[in-house]
């Protein structure tokens, strides 16, 4: 009995982690969805992703830094910084932030991920305020036209592909790991399975009971949730090419600057229009599509998101303040 | 008869000309009063001064141009920026603003007067963006330390003078010219004087009726108005030498980062008290004190223009979307 009670005081604590990873948090928060020229309404791009509490920020446009004291965002968390290209509205918000951090008192290094111009224009601006920050900034050069991973641990893998822009210009996919197996309460406590042994369990590993039988992994655990995964696809023009880097995302943000009738537009600039960014949601599969980057002539965005659902139902605005699950 | 209807016709038009010229705005209205740190209620400094409807804009801190377009300012009629230093908080938004004058088609030339260094990251900002300005971009380099005219016309003198600050910085002085002279409306009536003599007389000319008796200016016409006079100064440390810079100034806008407990803080990082500002207002024996560039920590500002007022009554707080009549 004493030993029952032993495992059920474990299982109890095994619940426990295991229920604080399924509700680990996934979601988003949008902090800019305008286009290059914000509106008095609509702040240029930025989003942070919020894995867990540990917050990745991506793209940093004007004004990143007041959005996110506005919506409250636990900014400090931030270590990783992803720019998808130099176009100012993406991130010329991003020095205010550093010398904020600065004048804050930030100690931990922070990783920028950018064009490797990035780093001269950052470098000027510290220089020309006589600033010598009191953290380390750690730049990692995105190549040109380049798909590879650029962040890797054991709960996230981050990866950044080629997007279709007039400047070097990456998308990015943050992929949770593949989550470890459920353990099968009652079948763990019945076989009194040593503690020792369930992280094996967890990982696939089957269980030799003391008589020699072997339980297969199969009866002790059943499958783990689908891993979690965000695309991030601004700014470009229509390109199936990018299908392959998104699939199944759970959630896609993807770039609609305009709408269908401007798509003429769109393909000179290289953007894209509501119906070219639902034909890559749904093309590459994903649950959830997210539109944004929208241009400052809608002033009302319900036609927007009309048109997008007329292919891809499941999208939605992206609207400043908002958090979208994952 | 017909002659004197002719000259009551004349002075109709000249009081309107006249009376256009007296009620030309001169005002100033606050985009952005945070020190280095902006709150989420207070943006890194600008403002837009109006000289008869002809704007300038001095300095330009990140978010400026939402806080432009918010205030519904007409900001296509800035055709000269004014940036104090190379601190982000000052100038972090002009990157921003400019790529959006680009996009909305700008043809007319824009003058930006500062610290050398700023070209350069311009430049590296438009080359990573790929950008080729529709508009030309005019600089005007401004030596460190020095007191010297930056711009002038017939309607106003603009000039900028060294502040006390870690890294080069200057205040600047938008002097309006000396109004021409008020006619006495009836003595021209009464004389008969001929139109063609009216801008001498404004000038400061003597009349000679028919009769070869001279009429002196001082019978015919009234003093101008004072010319009014902006001052900026900010960021600064107490330093009484700019007094003469600034002397009589119709409205000063000294920063006050600090209330005066902090003064050893001010003192380090060459920044103003309270007690400071309205001691520098005090011996320039300006008109009306305009405070600002408010630290973080202040979240409510009564105490601080209480402080300010003990030392200087005629203070005003600079809050954002307010103007303040020149």
Redo the contacts between chains.
């Keep these: 009995l004493l030993f029952k009670w032993n495992i059920i005081a474990f299982r109890t604590v095994q619940s426990y982690n295991y229920f604080t990873f399924i509700i680990m948090k996934w979601e988003l928060m949008v902090l800019g969805s305008s286009s290059?020229?914000?509106?008095?309404e609509r702040?240029?791009s930025a989003q942070v992703l919020n894995c867990g509490d540990r917050l990745f920020l991506i793209d940093c446009g004007?004004?990143t830094?007041?959005q996110l004291?506005?919506f409250k965002v636990k900014f400090q968390r931030i270590d990783h910084i992803f720019i998808s290209h130099?176009?100012?509205?993406h991130y010329?918000?991003l020095?205010?932030l550093l010398?904020?951090y600065h004048?804050?008192g930030r100690k931990k290094g922070l990783h920028i991920y950018s064009?490797p111009?990035?780093r001269?224009?950052i470098d000027?601006?510290l220089?020309?305020?006589?600033t010598r920050l009191l953290y380390s900034l750690i730049f990692h050069d995105i190549p040109e036209n380049k798909a590879l991973s650029l962040f890797e641990d054991k709960k996230i893998g981050i990866s950044c592909f080629p997007l279709l822009h007039?400047?070097p210009t990456h998308g990015f996919t943050f992929r949770q790991k593949i989550a470890e197996r459920n353990l099968i309460k009652e079948k763990i406590a019945d076989l009194e399975i040593p503690i020792q042994q369930l992280a094996t369990i967890k990982k696939g590993g089957d269980f030799t009971d003391k008589y020699g039988k072997i339980h297969p992994n199969s009866e002790l655990t059943t499958a783990p949730p689908a891993p979690r995964i965000f695309a991030y696809c601004s700014d470009t023009g229509f390109n199936p090419k990018i299908v392959p880097y998104i699939k199944n995302a759970s959630l896609l943000y993807h770039e609609a600057t305009f709408m269908h009738n401007m798509r003429a537009n769109a393909d000179e600039k290289q953007h894209s229009t509501t119906i070219q960014a639902a034909t890559i949601a749904k093309k590459a599969q994903v649950n959830k599509l997210l539109i944004g980057h929208f241009s400052a002539r809608y002033d009302e965005l319900t036609e927007v998101i009309e048109e997008t659902r007329t292919v891809f139902p499941d999208a939605e605005l992206a609207i400043e303040g908002n958090t979208y699950k994952i």
Excluded: C, W, Y
Aim: hydrophobic content about 35%.
């Design positions: 290059a020229t914000p509106t008095s702040n240029p004007e004004g830094q007041m004291r506005k130099l176009h100012g509205d010329l918000g020095a205010g010398f904020t004048l804050l064009n111009e990035l001269e224009i000027l601006q220089k020309a305020s006589g007039r400047v």
